[in-house]
């Protein structure tokens, strides 16, 4: 698999989660009217929640990398410090290499190392760093991280990670909301629905809706591990030197402790995981299905590989 | 079956213009790689004026070497033609890698501020010109096989569209295959 074909695939995978998510919304919409509505000739619940559904998504894809960069709190380089400089000059050097324009950098006041990219498309993205990263990496290991950022970006991982970030949150929000609604309801009594098909529905509803979080977050954690592999990949291609970023992880790793600016819901964005979950280091099939992060071992094991060493 | 051969027609014009639309792409894209190395070279030769203004005091010694950086970024600013002019980029590369070997021996130059800066931008300079030229070069690559390959290579003789030339390494030491020494002991 090549960085062109990951391309259009997560554009058409991006497709598919915004189709999914304003469906869940339309279902949700229909169970609402079907509840509490007032009847078939206006579905009042199923309109506001489809225009919210839409507006939310597009909004969330227009403007949620803006958000996620808020929320860590990341400010702008400082091009007069020495360190922030070369990793500014490194970043330039990969655009220039892997042919993107130049993303927008910020920068995260933590000693944490760690790194992600978000934003829509690659003439609208924007690079996060922190500050731990930049103090302990040399030159070559930058290079090898900004090399799997801007891979990342180029092949629209950013994209999907996106729109899953958005989704995952709004999700386990609408759910808690639509529960909770629920449950307010049935303990006043309502009496409209005592059949047995409208009780099939309405656990088919709940199901559902309890549901959905717990998906999601399977989602976030199934699409970004083999993503990793394929960002270690293109980023030695672009730098001619893998043991830059097996380097790089080596020393990430061995400094690994919660980084506790970047919010849980865009763990899944990170070059290591910002929870610093033991899960991430097992192998086998549980932990394939609920690591986002590949074992460390194992990128820096086929990174030299890679470099024949 | 006129109709089948009308369908068929139509099928065919439409590939035909989906790979000449792909070609003319993918060529846009090579020129604007050839470009982004004139830039980056452009931004050697605005850097080294100011390298050697701040390194000159302290090396006083070193006038030959200084006037050869100056004069080989004067000669590549002024060649014209892309074979001397890579020559003369060479030539550039090497008094510059000579003057930060150079650096090295004076302490006081080593631990300044500004020369720090400065080397980080040349690093950052060369690496540029570098990461260019790669880049040039993969999609050059890529632009080429596209072209070779059957059938796009009928379309593409058709409309005369001409392969891109790699850039080659013009330096003879960088151009020497790395020594083997297959003696046992």
Redesign the interface.
């Given at each position: 698999m090549n960085i062109y074909e990951q391309a259009r695939r997560n554009k058409t995978w991006t497709w598919a989660l915004v189709y999914l998510f304003i469906f869940i919304f339309l279902f949700l919409g229909l169970g609402l009217d079907y509840f509490y509505g007032i009847g078939a000739e206006f579905p009042v619940f199923t309109v506001i929640a489809l225009l919210l559904g839409i507006t939310y998504a597009y909004a969330g894809y227009r403007l949620g990398d803006k958000f996620i960069i808020y929320s860590t709190h990341a400010r702008s380089l400082d091009l007069n410090n020495p360190k922030q400089k070369q990793w500014q000059n490194v970043v330039e050097e990969m655009s220039i290499a892997s042919g993107i324009p130049l993303p927008k950098t910020y920068i995260i006041d933590d000693p944490d190392p760690n790194a992600f990219a978000t934003g829509r498309a690659p003439e609208h993205s924007s690079l996060v760093v922190t500050r731990g990263l930049i103090d302990v990496l040399n030159r070559d290991e930058m290079q090898g991280v900004a090399g799997h950022e801007i891979s990342h970006i180029k092949n629209l991982d950013i994209r999907l990670m996106l729109i899953i970030a958005i989704l995952l949150g709004s999700v386990v929000l609408l759910a808690d909301w639509a529960a909770r609604g629920f449950f307010m309801r049935s303990r006043r009594g309502d009496r409209r629905n005592q059949g047995s098909l409208g009780l099939i529905v309405l656990a088919i509803w709940l199901v559902t809706a309890i549901l959905a979080p717990l998906l999601s977050q399977v989602m976030a954690m199934f699409v970004s591990r083999k993503r990793e592999y394929l960002a270690d990949a293109s980023s030695a291609e672009l730098t001619r030197n893998p043991l830059g970023l097996a380097a790089a992880l080596e020393k990430i790793e061995a400094r690994t402790g919660p980084t506790r600016s970047i919010i849980r819901g865009t763990a899944h964005m990170c070059i290591s995981d910002p929870r610093g979950y033991p899960v991430n280091q097992r192998q086998g099939r549980l932990a394939d299905l609920l690591a986002t992060h590949p074992p460390v071992e194992k990128r820096i094991e086929a990174l030299r590989q890679m470099a024949y060493a | 079956m006129i109709k089948v051969l009308l369908i068929l027609l139509g099928v065919l014009s439409l590939w035909f213009i989906a790979v000449y639309n792909s070609l003319v792409f993918l060529k846009n894209?090579v020129l604007n790689?050839w470009k982004?190395i004139d830039v980056?070279l452009k931004r050697r030769h605005d850097l080294i004026p100011n390298l050697v203004e701040t390194v000159k005091g302290a090396m006083k010694f070193e006038q030959t070497t200084l006037t050869e950086v100056i004069e080989a970024r004067n000669k590549a600013i002024a060649a014209g033609g892309i074979a001397e002019k890579a020559q003369q980029e060479n030539v550039l590369s090497s008094a510059l890698r000579q003057l930060f070997a150079l650096v090295e021996n004076y302490p006081d130059l080593k631990s300044n501020?500004n020369v720090?800066?400065l080397q980080?931008?040349l690093?950052?300079t060369e690496?540029?010109i570098s990461?260019?030229r790669?880049?040039y070069n993969d999609?050059a690559t890529k632009f080429n096989i596209r072209l070779q390959t059957f059938p796009v290579n009928m379309i593409s003789g058709m409309f005369n569209f001409k392969g891109a030339e790699l850039f080659e390494l013009a330096d003879a030491s960088e151009k020497e295959p790395p020594k083997i020494d297959l003696n046992i002991k």
């Amino acid at each position: 698999m090549n960085i062109y074909e990951q391309a259009r695939r997560n554009k058409t995978w991006t497709w598919a989660l915004v189709y999914l998510f304003i469906f869940i919304f339309l279902f949700l919409g229909l169970g609402l009217d079907y509840f509490y509505g007032i009847g078939a000739e206006f579905p009042v619940f199923t309109v506001i929640a489809l225009l919210l559904g839409i507006t939310y998504a597009y909004a969330g894809y227009r403007l949620g990398d803006k958000f996620i960069i808020y929320s860590t709190h990341a400010r702008s380089l400082d091009l007069n410090n020495p360190k922030q400089k070369q990793w500014q000059n490194v970043v330039e050097e990969m655009s220039i290499a892997s042919g993107i324009p130049l993303p927008k950098t910020y920068i995260i006041d933590d000693p944490d190392p760690n790194a992600f990219a978000t934003g829509r498309a690659p003439e609208h993205s924007s690079l996060v760093v922190t500050r731990g990263l930049i103090d302990v990496l040399n030159r070559d290991e930058m290079q090898g991280v900004a090399g799997h950022e801007i891979s990342h970006i180029k092949n629209l991982d950013i994209r999907l990670m996106l729109i899953i970030a958005i989704l995952l949150g709004s999700v386990v929000l609408l759910a808690d909301w639509a529960a909770r609604g629920f449950f307010m309801r049935s303990r006043r009594g309502d009496r409209r629905n005592q059949g047995s098909l409208g009780l099939i529905v309405l656990a088919i509803w709940l199901v559902t809706a309890i549901l959905a979080p717990l998906l999601s977050q399977v989602m976030a954690m199934f699409v970004s591990r083999k993503r990793e592999y394929l960002a270690d990949a293109s980023s030695a291609e672009l730098t001619r030197n893998p043991l830059g970023l097996a380097a790089a992880l080596e020393k990430i790793e061995a400094r690994t402790g919660p980084t506790r600016s970047i919010i849980r819901g865009t763990a899944h964005m990170c070059i290591s995981d910002p929870r610093g979950y033991p899960v991430n280091q097992r192998q086998g099939r549980l932990a394939d299905l609920l690591a986002t992060h590949p074992p460390v071992e194992k990128r820096i094991e086929a990174l030299r590989q890679m470099a024949y060493a | 079956m006129i109709k089948v051969l009308l369908i068929l027609l139509g099928v065919l014009s439409l590939w035909f213009i989906a790979v000449y639309n792909s070609l003319v792409f993918l060529k846009n894209q090579v020129l604007n790689g050839w470009k982004q190395i004139d830039v980056q070279l452009k931004r050697r030769h605005d850097l080294i004026p100011n390298l050697v203004e701040t390194v000159k005091g302290a090396m006083k010694f070193e006038q030959t070497t200084l006037t050869e950086v100056i004069e080989a970024r004067n000669k590549a600013i002024a060649a014209g033609g892309i074979a001397e002019k890579a020559q003369q980029e060479n030539v550039l590369s090497s008094a510059l890698r000579q003057l930060f070997a150079l650096v090295e021996n004076y302490p006081d130059l080593k631990s300044n501020e500004n020369v720090a800066k400065l080397q980080e931008e040349l690093v950052s300079t060369e690496n540029r010109i570098s990461f260019a030229r790669q880049f040039y070069n993969d999609i050059a690559t890529k632009f080429n096989i596209r072209l070779q390959t059957f059938p796009v290579n009928m379309i593409s003789g058709m409309f005369n569209f001409k392969g891109a030339e790699l850039f080659e390494l013009a330096d003879a030491s960088e151009k020497e295959p790395p020594k083997i020494d297959l003696n046992i002991k």
